[in-house]
């Protein structure tokens, strides 16, 4: 997919972060969120084996957004798009990835915290910019950025759940990134939790 595409596929969605110390279980997490209606996941390079994952879940579910995380290199950007991802993040400014992401078409977004790196991150190339960590930084704070960077798409990541999901989105946040939310403490055995999270969200943005 282009990245205009990926872009009008992006906007307002909600992109959930997995992270996981085993592969197998990955695509299990992937798999149950897309199959409650979620359609894009950001698959971290902390995971064992991230490419497979990515790989695997392209196949199965060829109609999900899916990204490569946690993408800490110019090489590893070149793994992640040969696995096939449909956008790369990174958690900060990596020097070369807006670059070659540019270069290769794929949609990028790069990480930073103070208004100097958000724009650092847009002259660097990146699509969007992944507010990172917005936990400690409030939706308030990206309002304020919007400001004078009304041009930037912002991500906010980190600390995102039913309680201030809503708040984000209607201060004007592209799309959100929600990680720990959905998988922390969650095991083969009650992978229906996930679900209900899931659905947690969807409600909460709902106004419900």
Known sequence: MSRMVIRERLQG???????????????ELCRTI??????TIEVTFTIPHATRVISLIK??????????????SVKQADE??????????????IDGVGEFCREKGIFSVLGAMTPTEAYQAFLAGSDAVKLFPSDQLGP???????????????????GI??????????????AVGIGSYLTQGI????????ESRCNLIVQSLKGN
């Open 80 to 93: 992640a798009i040969r696995a096939g991802a449909d956008f790369l993040v990174t958690p900060c400014l």
């Open 34 to 39: 897309l199959g409650t209606g979620w359609r």
């Open 59 to 72: 196949e199965t579910v060829p109609t999900a957004v899916i990204g490569a995380g946690t993408v800490l």
């Open 140 to 158: 308030k704070f990206m309002r304020a950025l919007l400001q004078p960077f009304p041009h930037i798409a912002f991500i906010p990541t980190g």
């Open 187 to 194: 095991q083969r055995s009650h992978l229906n939790e996930v």
């Open 13 to 27: 969605e909600m992109i959930a972060v997995i992270r996981s110390d085993e592969t197998d279980f990955a695509v």
């Open 161 to 174: 759940d039913p309680t201030n999901v809503k708040k984000w989105m209607d201060l004007g946040a592209f």
